[in-house]
């Protein structure tokens, strides 16, 4: 299992850099990571957020995690700019949701775990949690879509709980 790195931890800001070449090691964390997203339980997981700053991404939005997606170097592009709104949660952000409006339907263009190019056109809960996840690969989280006022006593808030767990 890997350690998820929380809000406001500055490792969670750094642009995830592009992967030339998809190694066994690769392979290796693609497993880890879908691992530790199903035990947080979660949906999806970016690298950045186990602090490996490489644009891999995994995703299940199944209920029976029989629907495992490997996103590598993902490219979305909008089909349907009608907006889709949604209560959106992160691990790196725990116990707090807030609404998230997004583009309703997007093509995913990405790299499967054997480097092979794909495209899938997605809408509902996978398209918002594609566009949530690379949102990670470029050092973004949804609390940068809300108030400065309630990020920052998100902020407060896990500081307190982190001081305390420390
Ligand atoms: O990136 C993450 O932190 C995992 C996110 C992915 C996600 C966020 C918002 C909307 C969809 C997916 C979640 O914490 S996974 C937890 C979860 C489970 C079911 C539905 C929504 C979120
Ligand atoms: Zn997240």
Redesign the pocket.
Known sequence: KLEILEFPDPRLRKVAESVTEVTDAHRALIDDMFET?YE???????AT?VNVHERIVVID?SEDQSEPLVLINPEVEVLDAEIHK?D??????PGFYETVQRPRKIRLKALDRNGEAYAVEAEG?LA??IQ??ID?LDGKL?VDYISPLKRNRIRSKLEKAHRQRA
Do not use: I
Request: hydrophobic fraction near 45%.
């Open positions: 997203m947080a339980p979660g949906v999806g997981l970016a957020q939005v949604y959106e949660g992160c691990l790196s952000v809960l918002v949690c949530h996840e990670h949804f």
